[in-house]
């Protein structure tokens, strides 16, 4: 198979081929993209979590900020 930047692939043990889809696969996304769509987002867990495909992002954040 070719690269296709943003596009990922591999097979599981059984055979059945997964297919990544990064948002850079769109050539209409570029960084400027990006930007705005952040801003969009509660936190950057959850941007990496839903944009950046970091399944771990978002583990050991604080649930309510701490008073000092």
Do not use: C
Request: aromatic share 8%; glycine share 8%; hydrophobic share 30%.
């Amino acid at each position: 198979m070719n690269y296709i930047k943003g596009i990922t692939t591999r097979r599981t043990r059984l055979g059945v081929e997964i297919v990544r889809v990064h948002y850079t696969a769109d050539p209409e996304r570029d960084s400027e993209w990006a930007k705005r769509e952040r801003q969009k987002y509660s936190s950057q867990a959850a941007w990496d979590r839903e944009q950046e495909i970091v399944h771990e992002a978002g583990g050991g954040e604080l649930l309510f900020a701490l008073e000092r």
